[in-house]
């Protein structure tokens, strides 16, 4: 019988993180709803534990529109305080806000560079970073490329986009595939 990998131990066997972890981390999607689903969801986790947000992500689908961007965009400050009484959200009034405010800044980038897609991937030049890490200690918590686009996109207008939280967001959409090197969810 073969040993299971270090790589699901963050996933702490919780159904929802093992199903995060198993098809969607370290995946790399291209569409910009994900995208842009993924950049809010992020930030939403500052200062928390992403089991908290992956365990309140329906609400924040369901409230938010399925993070479609325009629909964000428009979200009035009359909605967006309503949303300060859901339990099911993060209750931080800078948080909430900010998903409307990035929505904007993201139009911006849409409308300057054709999509979040082309912006977010020109980064790594499209292409996907592919770590060969053997044990869950050795992946970083940033590297450069998350510091650069961190201050490119505070820049922007995106809130909570620190260089962690960067580089969070880049597992979560595949630009890094940082699934431990004998994990069977491991694409590549």
Same mark, same amino acid.
């Given at each position: 019988?073969?040993?299971?990998?270090?790589?699901?131990?963050?996933?702490?066997?919780?159904?929802?993180?093992?199903?995060?972890?198993?098809?969607?981390?370290?995946?790399?999607?291209?569409?910009?709803?994900?995208?842009?689903?993924?950049?809010?969801?992020?930030?939403?986790?500052?200062?928390?534990?992403?089991?908290?947000?992956?365990? %309140?992500?329906?609400?924040?689908? %369901?409230?938010?529109?399925?993070?479609?961007?325009?629909?964000?965009?428009?979200?009035?400050?009359?909605?967006?305080?309503?949303?300060?009484?859901?339990?099911?959200?993060?209750?931080?009034?800078?948080?909430?806000?900010?998903?409307?405010?990035?929505?904007?800044?993201?139009? %911006?980038?849409?409308?300057?560079?054709?999509?979040?897609?082309?912006?977010?991937?020109?980064?790594?030049?499209?292409?996907?970073?592919?770590?060969?890490?053997?044990?869950?200690?050795?992946?970083?918590?940033?590297?450069?490329?998350?510091?650069?686009?961190?201050?490119?996109?505070?820049?922007?207008?995106?809130?909570?986009?620190?260089?962690?939280?960067?580089?969070?967001?880049?597992?979560?959409?595949?630009?890094?595939?940082?699934?431990?090197?004998?994990?069977?969810?491991?694409?590549?």
């Amino acid at each position: 019988m073969t040993k299971e990998s270090d790589c699901r131990l963050w996933a702490a066997n919780d159904p929802l993180l093992i199903e995060y972890h198993d098809h969607e981390w370290c995946h790399i999607s291209h569409d910009d709803r994900y995208i842009f689903e993924m950049l809010c969801l992020e930030g939403q986790s500052v200062g928390l534990s992403w089991r908290t947000i992956i365990n %309140k992500r329906k609400e924040y689908q %369901k409230v938010y529109f399925n993070f479609d961007i325009d629909k964000c965009a428009s979200l009035t400050d009359e909605y967006l305080n309503s949303l300060m009484d859901d339990t099911g959200l993060i209750r931080n009034k800078n948080k909430i806000f900010s998903v409307r405010n990035n929505a904007i800044a993201v139009k %911006k980038i849409i409308k300057d560079h054709g999509s979040l897609d082309s912006f977010i991937w020109s980064y790594t030049e499209g292409k996907q970073i592919i770590g060969r890490w053997e044990k869950a200690s050795d992946i970083p918590t940033e590297t450069e490329i998350s510091r650069k686009m961190s201050k490119d996109l505070k820049k922007l207008g995106i809130s909570f986009v620190g260089p962690v939280i960067t580089y969070s967001f880049m597992q979560s959409i595949g630009m890094v595939n940082d699934h431990l090197t004998d994990c069977a969810y491991r694409i590549y």
